[in-house]
Nanobody, 121 residues
Framework: QVQLVESGGGLVQPGGSLKLTCAISASPFTFTFYSGSWYRQAPGRQRELVAQLTETRTTRYSDSVKGRFTISRDDAKTTMYLQMNSLKVEDTANYYC?????????????WGQGTQVAVST
């Protein structure tokens, strides 16, 4: 059973940085990574797509984070990251990783449990 586990959230002041990690509990020999994304959901708001990474390493970002956030993954494709710089109060939310992949050839979508990011003075 493939699971995604996020970490790296916390409290930071405006202008600060955090790096979120999404660990994929799968062997790189049996798991194929197709694409990954980071979403966030603030209280009372809908979940929104923040950043996306394709298998060819093409990246896309929402306008609200472009130039400040960077999505990446390790070469083994078992860990995905979101580097967040110049954080703003409006970046406060629960952040979720999402991966489209296949274990032993069976394609599925996976969600992490979320990690809280709070930007405040």
């Amino acid at each position: 059973q493939v699971q995604l586990v996020e970490s790296g959230g916390g409290l930071v002041q405006p202008g600060g940085s955090l790096k979120l990690t999404c660990a994929i509990s799968a062997s790189p020999f049996t798991f194929t990574f197709y694409s990954g994304s980071w979403y966030r959901q603030a209280p009372g708001r809908q979940r929104e797509l923040v950043a996306q990474l394709t298998e060819t390493r093409t990246t896309r970002y929402s306008d609200s984070v472009k130039g400040r956030f960077t999505i990446s993954r390790d070469d083994a494709k078992t860990t995905m990251y979101l580097q967040m710089n110049s954080l703003k109060v409006e970046d406060t939310a629960n952040y979720y990783c999402y991966v489209e992949g296949a274990e032993w050839g069976k394609r599925q979508n996976y969600w992490g449990q979320g990690t809280q990011v709070a930007v405040s003075t």
